[in-house]
């Protein structure tokens, strides 16, 4: 079974920093592309940061955002560093293998952005 498990989210000031993690179980994880998206109250689910399966880490959201990935321990990490209001959404993990057409989704974490 396959599962995929973020952590992290919370509720932060604006200008502050957040880190979130997911966890993957059920899957060879090396070997899948991953990602991390969000959705907005009223708005449609958008990519936030991807990562190759060679990659270390990749910036993203004007380089506000950085994607690492540590293979050994299964894990993507989205850190969100000057946060602002707008970046409030629900953040998910993404699993996907395009050769096989696999793809996954964790449960989502709340991230609320607000003074």
């Known amino acids: 079974q396959v599962q995929l498990v973020e952590s992290g989210g919370g509720l932060v000031q604006p200008g502050g920093s957040l880190r979130l993690s997911c966890t993957a179980s059920?899957?060879?994880?090396?070997?899948?592309?991953m990602s991390w998206y969000r959705q907005a109250p009223g708005k449609q689910r958008e990519l936030v940061a991807p990562?190759?399966?060679?990659?270390s880490s990749a910036d993203s959201v004007q380089g506000r955002f950085i994607i690492s990935r540590d293979n050994a321990k299964k894990t993507v990490y989205l850190q969100m560093n000057s946060l602002r209001p707008e970046d409030t959404a629900v953040y998910y993990c993404?699993?996907?293998?395009?050769?096989?057409?696999?793809?996954?989704w964790g449960q989502g974490t709340q991230v609320t952005v607000s003074s």
């Open positions: 993404h699993a996907e293998r395009a050769v096989s057409g696999a793809h996954y």
């Open positions: 059920g899957i060879i994880f090396s070997i899948y592309r």
């Open positions: 990562i190759t399966k060679s990659s």
